[in-house]
């Protein structure tokens, strides 16, 4: 068994190895996978200027580790979206993103509310939790999965910050004087989340990253369709390993054991939701 290399924090554009991409090993469903995840990614700014209104006057560092969270998601945006224009020079990281954003605002990021849309700054760091379990795993199986080294390179490295976002986030929630939020309504907000993402956010960026602004009219956006096809081309590239290290991270979050039947609960029925999908 090979062992992944462990990527520390705070590298750059210029530290990926960008000469050594094999386009013979670029494997189509992954592709459209990655274009739709480096225009989630590259919307970074918007969740920044949103959590720093909630995080007020949560003290300077705080609001510094934001911002550098934030500078690093946008950064996976563009790597991962170079990476795509090499593997297809029809896509245009701009282009595509400008669609993206203008067709997805969360109302969350275009209201001027002081307060989270979770109810509490509690809920809004399970939420980040909840994100950034969700992309550690993700980001892990498309490194484990490729055979193109400039990719499996790039989401190792993603997939190292993003467990570092986690930590980062579930340092800040226990960090909190707000008084803990039960179980329930922790797995509330956490199930809450997942379900976020399974609404426009993952469908509308597969489509602005896979359909040409020219194709628009003979394929117009319809979102279970393509949420559906998002699904599809994401969910192949997981083992039920990635799937149960997120669902302790998640389980983690609510305060609940990561070993326990809880956890090998909810890691069994997602597996099954998620290869019922992919099927
Ligand atoms: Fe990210
Ligand atoms: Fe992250």
Redesign the pocket.
């Known amino acids: 068994m090979t062992v992944a290399t462990v990527y520390k924090q705070g590298w750059t554009m210029d530290d990926v190895h960008w000469s050594l991409f094999d386009p013979s090993k670029v494997e189509p469903a992954l592709l459209a996978a990655i274009k739709a995840a480096a225009l989630v ?1 590259y919307n ?1 700014p918007d969740y920044v200027t949103y959590l720093k209104r909630v995080f007020a006057d949560a003290g300077q560092e705080t609001l510094a580790s934001l911002e550098q969270w934030g500078r ?2 946008a950064q ?2 563009r790597a991962l979206g170079r990476w795509a224009e090499m593997a297809d020079p029809s896509f245009k990281l701009e282009e595509a993103f400008a669609r993206f954003r203008k067709g997805y605002t969360p109302a969350h990021f275009s209201g001027s509310a002081e307060g989270s849309v979770r109810g509490s700054r509690r809920g809004e760091m399970i939420a980040r939790c909840v994100v950034e379990s969700g ?1 550690s795993s993700y ?1 892990s199986a498309i490194r484990d999965a490729s055979d193109e080294p400039v990719l499996t390179e790039i989401a190792g490295r ?1 997939a190292a ?2 467990y570092r ?1 986690y930590k980062l986030f579930y340092d800040t929630l226990n960090a909190q004087s707000e008084p803990d939020l039960g179980l329930w309504k922790k797995l509330w907000i956490a199930v809450g989340r997942v379900r976020e993402s399974e609404d426009d956010e993952l469908a509308y960026s597969y489509y602005c990253a896979n359909v040409l602004p020219e194709e628009e009219n003979v394929r117009p956006y319809n979102r279970k369709k393509y949420s559906r096809m998002a699904g599809q081309a994401s969910m192949t590239i997981y083992h039920r390993h990635h799937i149960q290290k997120l669902v302790q991270m998640v389980i983690k979050v609510v305060g609940a054991d990561p070993h326990g039947w809880l956890a090998n609960l909810a890691g069994a029925v997602l597996w099954r939701r998620l290869s019922a999908k992919s099927a």
């Open positions: 990614e970074a690093e998601e996976h945006g992309t980001y993603i910050d993003e976002h």
